[in-house]
């Protein structure tokens, strides 16, 4: 529950939550969505990385259920394993290894359980970043995040 509640102040902070469901507002480096489904308001936040065009999205549920993935626009630039580890960090989260699931070379998705206790800690950071493994297991790639909730200037 505390990570939905979170998830929800980092998506409707600055008074998004006002603006009306299905439509893209951003806020810093943030574009965030609410969107009604079957009567309950899922959310959507994606920002994109510093470098090349892979993005971290966050979905919650409207029954607290959360979902991080990176997505690349077209694919990731290095062969993926189907599962791997990836590793994250930032100033509240000083290093992480979270399972990942790979789908058709340009998502990976996040193992929730985890993530469900580090995605508060990494909100209340500047910045996140993600080490992304190649098929052979080595460091293929590190993506830096804004995770700032910072207000439009």
Known sequence: MFLAAAAAFVITSGGLAEQGLDEVNVQGGWAYIAKDKDGAVEH???????????????GCKAD????????HSEHFPFP????????????????????????????????????????????QDDELVASIS????????????????????
Request: a positive charge; hydrophobic letters at 55%.
């Open 80 to 123: 993926l394993k189907p599962v791997s580890m990836v590793k994250l960090q930032s100033n509240n989260v000083p290093t992480a290894l979270v399972e990942a699931k790979n789908v058709e070379n340009n998502q990976i998705f996040v193992a929730p359980l985890l993530m469900r206790h580090i995605m508060p800690l990494v909100m």
């Open 44 to 58: 959507m936040a994606a920002t994109r990385a510093a470098e090349d065009a892979v993005w971290l999205t966050l």
């Open 64 to 71: 607290g259920r959360l979902a991080v993935s990176f997505i």
């Open 134 to 153: 190649d098929r052979d297991g080595a460091i293929a790639r590190l993506y830096v995040f804004d995770a700032a909730k910072r207000p439009c200037a």
